[in-house]
């Protein structure tokens, strides 16, 4: 069965620091891979996708995210963190049967 | 902004209450999904519909009951709800459903605030 497992539930960094958030996936086939944000008493707003046309995926906001398939990863990333880039960040991954499965997320935090 | 409307934003209702809650998209999606988060949870699937017919039920509670006019509107009728029931209702859309989804990517409403008391 595909799923996607998020390392750390919480993080917390300073504005202007290096953002990163983890997320590792188990597929047996080339899988389609989603970040999404959610905002405080918002629904879910999509960051970026992986399709498989590249490896460094580009998101809204500044973000990005690296598909390596020899670890099993997507991690997404963001050069300097802004307060607004406080939320919650959830991976997900879309299964053969067309149901997107999620982590269970991960809070990031921004110190001024 | 989301192109994925729901209405109403917060709702609250008695346990033997009959109510409902909208979802509508004008993007041309062929597959509406309906979604329950809980606080500080991923949201969890419940229904799938493609092409207006209902593809995937959850194991979902029977007093929930969903229902697709058209290609553009998907509701979610609720009755006899319990209080554990109170959490995030999310509707989405995607281009397709069928063949895996091919990738499509699933739009999200802002939601619909359920409380039951």
Partial sequence: ?112 | DTEVTQTPKHLVMGMTNKKSLKCEQHMGHRAMYWYKQKAKKPPELMFVYSYEKLSINESVPSRFSPECPNSSLLNLHLHALQPEDSALYLCASSQDFSNGGNGNTIYFGEGSWLTVV
């Fill in chain 1, 1 to 112: 069965a595909q799923s996607v497992t998020q390392l750390g539930s919480h993080v917390s960094v300073s504005e202007g620091a290096l953002v990163l958030l983890r997320c590792n996936y188990s597929s047996s086939v080339p899988p389609y891979l989603f970040w999404y944000v959610q905002y405080p008493n918002q629904g879910l707003q999509l960051l970026l996708k992986y399709t498989s046309a590249a490896t460094l995926v580009k998101g809204i906001n500044g973000f990005e995210a690296e598909f390596k398939k020899s670890e099993t990863s997507f991690h997404l990333t963001k050069p300097s963190a802004h307060m607004s880039d406080a939320a919650e960040y959830f991976c997900a991954v879309l299964t053969n049967a067309g149901k997107s499965t999620f982590g269970d997320g991960t809070t990031l935090t921004v110190k001024p």
